[in-house]
């Protein structure tokens, strides 16, 4: 096909004696054009919105086409199921098709469940605007009262945001109304209604991982998401979310034991399917409860077969939900790895100390700024105890929490 397509680009020289250069134009390679996707800046992969525009912007432009997002979810299992339902809202406005696998909650009643879009927002990115200074003596001097050592400096904008628009905004206090979510092609996988089978071959992954990879295979290969299928029809995204894989539901013991039985069942279904998506026009979000894992080997063995993939700490039921250092924050966010696609380095996020945060209609994730002082007003115990408890080093007002790649 694309011989073809060269010799009907190159220009003919019979007839032409004196035409006998072999200057060909070069002609720009047609760019795959699926609604909800975009071509990365960076290594020009197709990438799809995974509904958090604050993700998309740390993730380098989005999730890219054919790879896995891991999420480490959060001890109650609150804010990373609310990524995943934002990554499957994203694909019904987008009609893509989306696969929701589960154990515990039927996929129907995660479906339902789904935020709302804010179909006219106009939200867009503003810079911030610098503080200027005022010529008037009284001004100044009210200003320095304030904190005269700050005054210069410019305002830290916190938001992650980019200046182009990409993906879509959502009301998590509304629920998607019927008729937009019965408009997308939803197919599911509920593991209660894939009771186990015995088998005598031995094999190193479990019949649930094993029933679960040969569905998404399935779907794959019959509606037609293969990148060498012939494009008889528009082409389309496949969004794959997998709920809290290696729980005990799964039948899988890797958070039950130190020395877990099928030690190597998760790793060799997410092999699979990361095989499976590399040549397919699909992208999966997973999420593990990795605070349950006590092998941390193991964690990083799942780690490294996922291509992206972030921990949530949330701060419900620990110190910090008290702590006044944390008041405008729900949790920490850690990048734990980047993807390395079609380049030799990856995009590396320009901020480390994140946080996340739960508004009244929306997720967002900032950049995480202390308090620079304490009031006078705090007594030296409190201030102790707070130091301690933010587990930062604090140097002229300001910390810096150090996270783990």
Not at 22 to 46: A, C, D, E, W, Y
Not at 194 to 213: G, I, V
Not at 282 to 295: D, F, G, M, Y
Not at 385 to 398: F, H, Y
Request: hydrophobic share 35%; charged share 20%; proline share 5%.
């Amino acid at each position: 096909m694309a011989a073809s397509v060269n010799s009907a680009c190159k220009p003919s020289t019979e007839g032409n004696p004196l035409n006998t250069t072999s200057f060909q134009k070069k002609t720009r390679s047609k760019i795959l054009s699926i609604p909800g996707t975009r071509p990365s800046v960076q290594n020009g992969q197709l990438l799809v919105s995974s509904g958090v525009t604050s993700l998309d912007y740390l993730l380098g432009g989005g999730l890219a086409v054919g790879t896995v997002l891991l999420i480490e979810e959060d001890r109650y299992d609150s804010y990373s199921r609310m990524i995943l339902k934002y990554f499957l809202a994203e694909g019904v406005v987008c009609r893509h098709e989306l696969f929701l696998a589960a154990a515990h909650d039927h996929p129907d009643d995660i479906f339902q469940e789904l935020p709302d879009p804010i179909l006219d927002d106009v939200a867009m990115y503003k810079p911030v605007e610098q503080p200027r200074l005022s010529c008037d003596p009284q001004d100044s001097l009210d200003a320095m009262k304030i904190a005269w050592r700050y005054q210069n400096l410019p305002k830290v904008q916190s938001a992650l945001a980019s200046s182009s628009r990409f993906g879509h905004y959502y009301d998590v206090s509304k629920t998607m109304e019927p008729e937009i979510r019965q408009a997308a092609k939803c197919h599911h996988f509920y593991l209660a209604e894939h009771p186990s089978q015995s088998t005598a071959t031995h094999s190193l992954m479990l019949h649930s991982y094993s029933a679960l990879l040969k569905s998404i295979e399935e779907v794959i290969n019959r509606e037609g998401f293969q990148v060498a299928e012939p494009m008889t029809k528009p082409r389309n995204i496949l969004r794959i979310g997998l709920h809290s894989l290696g729980s005990a539901l799964w039948g899988d013991d890797l958070c039950c034991r130190d020395n877990p039985k099928h030690s190597h069942a998760l790793t060799t279904f997410l092999y699979g399917l990361r095989a499976l998506l590399r040549t397919s026009l699909a992208v999966a979000v997973v999420t593990v409860p990795s605070h349950l894992i006590q092998n941390i080997s193991q964690m990083a063995s799942i780690t490294r077969l996922c291509d992206n993939a972030i921990a949530l700490e949330s701060f419900k039921g620990s110190e910090r939900e008290t702590n006044p250092l944390y008041k405008d924050y729900h949790g920490l966010l850690h990048v734990r790895q980047v993807p390395h696609l079609n380049c030799l380095a990856s995009q590396l996020p320009d901020h480390k100390d994140l946080a996340f945060k739960l508004k009244r209609k929306q997720f967002t994730i900032e950049r995480l700024h202390l308090p620079p002082d304490l009031s006078e007003t705090v007594s030296r115990v409190s201030r102790v105890e707070l130091e301690g408890a933010s587990m930062v080093t604090s140097s002229c007002g300001s910390g810096t929490k150090h996270l783990d790649f």
